[in-house]
């Protein structure tokens, strides 16, 4: 199967930027989601990209580069609500999402 | 609109019991989804449909069933409940299926198996 690596645990500051970094195998790519899940609730859409590049989105921006395997998360401005879990999410050649384990961030004040 | 319910909330179940976890959705979505997730693990597919009649295994389909008889329902039975299926079950949906569109969650089943 196809393994995608994600921090474990990240924390930042109120007010402060945080980059969530995430790798994952070439073969059969279709696109990168990221999620975000507050505890004890379902997983919401933030981002996709299947193109190289930036794709700013108010305080949230996702990059992708597709030779890299890699893409990254950044929040700006973070607040207090922004503490969750952050999952990424390759699209398989066959249009499944193969998910990682998920990025827990802690914001402290 | 409600866009995708889940019920129970949560489950405790005794082993070797059968349990159907319910699964509605309200935005004529083509495509559902179960899923579950475990701590330290990523989401796992359990099973999927890509259309109302049709089903297909997902990453980790053994000891689960689905049925897909209308566009709106996706139910998921456990026909002999083992411990190792304690887990967070999610059902999602995406409007169409192969292609990358985005995958609405529902609020998730708590179940415990004993």
């Known amino acids: 199967g196809q393994n995608i690596d994600q921090p474990t645990e990240m924390t930042a500051t109120e007010g402060a930027i945080v980059q969530i970094n995430c790798t994952y195998q070439?073969?059969?790519?279709?696109?990168l989601f990221w999620y975000q899940q507050h505890a004890g609730e379902a997983p919401t859409f933030l981002s996709y990209?299947?193109l190289d590049g930036l794709e700013e989105k108010g305080r949230f921006s996702s990059f992708l580069s597709r030779s890299k395997g890699y893409s990254y998360l950044l929040l700006k401005e973070l607040q207090m609500k922004d503490s969750a879990s952050y999952l990424c999410?390759?699209?398989?050649?066959?249009?499944?999402?193969?998910w990682g384990a998920g990025t827990k961030l802690i914001i402290k004040p | 609109i409600a866009g995708i319910t889940q019920a129970p909330t949560s489950q405790i179940l005794a082993a070797g019991r059968r349990m159907t976890l319910r699964c509605t959705q309200d935005?004529?979505?083509?495509?559902m989804y179960w899923y579950r997730q475990d701590l330290g693990l990523g989401l796992r597919l359990i099973h999927y449909?890509?259309?109302?009649?049709?089903?297909g295994k997902g990453e980790v389909p053994d000891g689960y069933s689905v049925s897909r008889a209308n566009t709106d329902d996706f139910p998921l039975t456990l026909a002999s409940a083992v411990p190792s299926q304690t887990s967070v079950y999610f059902c999602?949906?995406?409007?169409?299926?192969?292609?990358?569109?985005?995958?609405?969650f529902g609020p998730g089943t708590r179940l415990t198996v004993l």
């Open positions: 999602a949906s995406s409007e169409v299926s192969g292609g990358t569109d985005t995958q609405y």
């Open positions: 935005m004529r979505h083509n495509a």
């Open positions: 449909s890509n259309t109302a009649g049709t089903t």
């Open positions: 070439t073969s059969g790519f279709n696109g």
């Open positions: 990209n299947v």
């Open positions: 999410a390759e699209m398989d050649s066959n249009y499944q999402l193969i």
